[in-house]
Every structure is written in C-alpha cells, then in structure tokens.
C-alpha cells in the first residue's frame, strides 16, 4: 500500500510541470440572427467590421471566450485602427466568474493596437470609446487581483455615469462587480450588480449579459427564486452559445427543477458539440440530474461519451471529467454503479486537484460500504498524499490563465474536508461510532463554510449527508433527520438526501 501512495506521489510530482459618443448610429445593432440575443453598441468602427464585433460582444456577454476572441480578431483584421476590436479581444482573456485571468496575452492583444496606453487612446476617436479603453487598461494593469478588479469596477462606473443611455457599458459595470470577489460570494456585491442588470434587462429583453448576470447575482440560497424568470429566457435568447443555454440551469439545481435542468444542458451540450467541443461541463450537470430521477441508464451513457473521447484523443480536459463523472455515479448508486467505475482515472500530466481528490473520496467511501476498509484506507493515504502535493503547487494568485491546471486555497480546503468524511466513514465502519461521529459533524460544520456554488457538489458526497446516514445507522433519528435538513439546504431536493431524511422521519 505504501508502494501504491509512494507511486502516486511521484507521479503527482511530475504534473506539476506540465501544466461613441454615436458616431454610426445603428451600424452596431445586431438582430441576433444567429440566437445570440441583442445589442445595440454605437461606435466609430467601418461598417463592413461591424458584425464581427457585434458577435465578439454579444459572444462575450455569454462567456464564449475563444469564439469571442476569434469575431473580434477579424474586425480588427478587417479594420486594423479599430480601438474597440483590440478592447473586445483583451477582454476575453479575463473570465471573472472563474478564477482565470491572463494578463500576459491580453496586453500582446493590446499592443497591436499601440505600444503605450497612451497611443492606443488616442487611436480611439470619441470620449466614449476612449473610456472603454481606460478601464481595460486597469483591468490588465499592475497590482495585485483584488486591487485590480477594484480599478476596473471603478473605471466601468465611471463610463456608466458618463454614458447612462449605454447599456453595454452598464451590463459590463455589473459584471464588473460581480468580479470584485472573484470565486467568493459578496451578497452585498451581487444585489448591486443585479439591480444595474435589472435595469438593463427592462429596456432589453434580449440582451444576453442582463440575463447572464442575473443568473449569477442571484445564484444563492437565498435569492435563486429571483434568477427564475433570467433563466427561462437567456437559454432561449442565446441558444448558439452553449454556455447560455447550461448556465439557466444553476438556477433550476437551486430549486430542484431537475426535468428543467436536464432540457437545458442536453441543448447546451448538443451545441458544444456541434462545435467541435466537448461539452463535458454541461454533461456532468446533465449526467447528475439524470442520477436525481433515477435515470441511471441515461447518465452512464453519458459517461461512455467521454471515454470514448479519451479514447480517441485523451486530453486534461475530457480525464479531469471523467473523473468527475464517474466519482459521481459511484457516490449516487451505491451499490449499483458499473464495477468497471473502481478503476482509477489516468491522473498523469494533471495538475487539476479536486477532480482527482473526489476520485479517491469516491472509491473509498465504496470500499468502506464494502466493508475493505483497508481498500479505503489506501484511498485516504492517496487523499492525503495529493493535499500535500497541492500545497507544494498551489496558486498564490486567485486567478489563473486555466482553473483545471493549478491548485487554489478552495481546492485545499475543499480536500480537507474530505479528508475528514472518509475517515470517518472507515471510523464508523470500524465500530468506533461515537467520534466517527463528532468527526462526520465537524467535516460538515467545515464544509458549511467553504466558496458555494451550485451545481453538482464540489464535494461529490456532502458532509451533512454522510453525517445523516451515519447518525441514521446508529439509530439517531432526529439528529440524522436535522442533519439531511442541512444538506438539502445547499442542495434542494437532492435524492439521497430526500431518501434518508424520509428514514429518519419515518414512523
């Protein structure tokens, strides 16, 4: 076993190295002929590169970044002085909701334009496009990510005070404060950035970023019934850009619309595909609620689209999913999945942590059901063996050029949360009940306080629902009933969790 953890560590090792004002009124207005949605963006270009930029803004509102890049690439080919076409590209190289930024190669886009921020302002012809301009400078400017972001909200401010007729300007200032935070959660943030897209959304009901960043700003607990009506419509506003049409169902998972969800990222992987892409993000959605209807024959379909890609062509993108995928199918047919799910993912040249740490979570918490908890202590030592490895590799930065090639704080904690859930299964299991149990609580009590967000759990078996199960076998009910309470509260109408909360409340 220590050969087998030893090994790991080696190999773990060796990833780590790879890895206007209105000059041309009107030209600007896209009709969405291609199911993009619709703008209205004035602005100083010729009129043969406007539909190029129009697609690389109504693209970048919907998060298709490298389409984005390319639309906004031939608008400047086509027209070379084009301040806006160099401002479009450097802004796909920031993707504020995730945590990848590449300063680097949004400045080189810069450059072609001009070779100082000053030559490329005076490229552009109105104060209005010179103020677009400005605050891109910022975003890509020095200083670390939380200072930067904070210049960059305040320059689109100040272009959305200058400007209120501009919607473009208001719905990339919204955004902007949603991106002050990064990957974390401001609710205070989130409710100013959804009432400037509340705004824009009432004179434009087809603008794709209102819808967008509604669905973000309201992506919570608390507030996920609001994101209802954003979400019915932007995937039908947007329906050429895959990512518009998965990203209704972050909602739909906060209400437990699981039949809503299963629409949306069947068309949303559909049209990544079509594409040429793989489509796996929506797939692990799609693939989750197929498993919360019990439609397990559908979801391990889905699982055998990605290793037939792998096969053909393995890449980090399809093995850290498949990962993913089959950790998944594992956690929500106990005792059911395809044996075949036991075998360990290919890892090597990864540098993606969670993925392969709720891998080894997974398989371990099936060998603990088998009773092999020596099978499952292999899997905590490997669980142990990656944290360390992580740390040595982890991110200084919050944001990255590429959230599946580097290590963050989350993903840390996220593991050593997981940590904790296994081993106190195997305690469990084991007989030592009593501080299994205190340990299971803990691990979910510390769960409670990492970065949320919806979609399938970032920790593939939710602390409070191992809690639940465990206090369930040791035949305290009314605590295993308040403890898949608590998990239902960050993910609604799960299935196993409605299952044990139905045992522990049965009579």
């Known amino acids: 076993m220590r050969r087998v953890v030893l090994f790991l560590f080696l190999v773990l090792i060796s990833t780590s190295l790879s890895y206007a004002q209105h000059h041309n009124d009107g030209v600007a207005t896209s009709s969405g002929s291609v199911d993009l949605g619709k703008i209205d963006f ?24 490298a389409r984005s890049r390319k639309a ?30 590449d300063r680097p190669a949004a400045v080189a886009a810069l450059i072609r334009l001009g070779s100082t921020p000053e030559t490329r302002r005076a490229k552009a012809p109105t104060e ?35 400007f209120p007729d501009d919607l473009e300007a208001q719905a990339f200032y919204s955004l902007s404060i949603l991106g002050l935070t990064r990957t974390t959660r401001n609710t205070e943030n989130y409710m ?3 009432a400037i897209a509340e705004a824009v959304y009432k004179k434009n ?11 973000h700003s309201y992506d919570d607990p608390e507030h996920a019934s609001l994101g209802l009506r954003a979400a019915r419509a932007y995937g039908t506003v947007a329906r050429s850009a895959s990512h518009a049409q998965h990203m209704p169902s972050h909602i739909f998972f906060a209400l437990g619309l699981w039949e809503d969800s299963i629409a949306a990222n069947t068309a949303s992987m559909k049209t990544a595909r079509d594409e040429g892409g793989g489509g796996y993000h929506p797939l692990h959605w799609l693939l989750y609620s197929y498993l919360q209807v019990g439609r397990y024959d559908d979801a391990t379909k889905l699982l055998d689209i990605i290793w037939e890609d792998a096969k053909t062509k393995s890449t980090a993108y399809n ?22 799910l036991m075998k360990i993912v290919d890892t090597s040249g990864l540098a993606s942590f969670s993925a392969a740490s709720n891998h080894d979570l997974a398989i371990g918490l099936e060998y603990v059901r088998r009773n092999d ?17 992580g740390k040595s590799i982890k991110s200084e930065n919050s944001a990255s050029t590429n959230r599946y090639a580097t290590v963050i704080q989350s993903d840390l904690d996220q593991a050593s949360v997981m940590d904790k859930i296994l081993d106190a299964s195997i305690q469990f299991a084991s007989g030592d009940r009593d501080p299994a149990l205190r340990k299971i609580v803990a691990a979910a009590e510390a769960e409670d306080r990492l970065i949320f967000e919806y ?27 308040d403890a898949f309470r608590n998990a239902l509260k960050r993910y609604p109408n799960r299935r196993l969790s409605n299952d044990g909360l139905k045992a522990a409340t049965a009579r």
């Open 455 to 481: 979609g399938p759990p970032a920790i593939v078996k939710p602390a409070w629902e191992a809690a639940g199960e465990m206090l369930l076998a040791a035949g305290k009910k009314k605590d295993a009933a």
């Open 128 to 162: 209005r496009e010179k103020m677009y301009l400005d605050a891109v400078e910022k975003l890509f400017g020095d200083g670390d990510q939380k200072q930067v972001a904070a210049e960059y909200s305040a320059a689109m401010e100040r272009l959305a005070k200058r």
């Open 373 to 389: 908890l020596e099978g499952a202590k292999q899997f905590l030592e490997n669980l142990r063996a990656r944290s360390v490895h």
């Open 72 to 101: 906004f690439q031939e608008a400047s080919r086509i027209a070379p002085d084009f301040a806006l076409a160099y401002w479009g590209e450097a802004m796909t190289y920031d993707h504020p909701i995730w945590p990848e930024y």
């Open 42 to 65: 004035p602005n100083s270009g010729p009129a043969a590169a406007q539909k190029s930029f129009v697609d690389g803004v109504l693209l970048l509102h919907s998060f298709e970044y």
């Open 205 to 215: 009901p087809l603008h794709p970023g209102a819808l967008h960043y509604l669905i």
């Open 192 to 194: 100013k950035a959804a």
């Open 319 to 340: 093995r850290t999913h498949l990962a993913m995928c089959q950790s998944t199918i594992l956690v929500e047919m106990p005792g059911k999945a395809p044996e075949m």
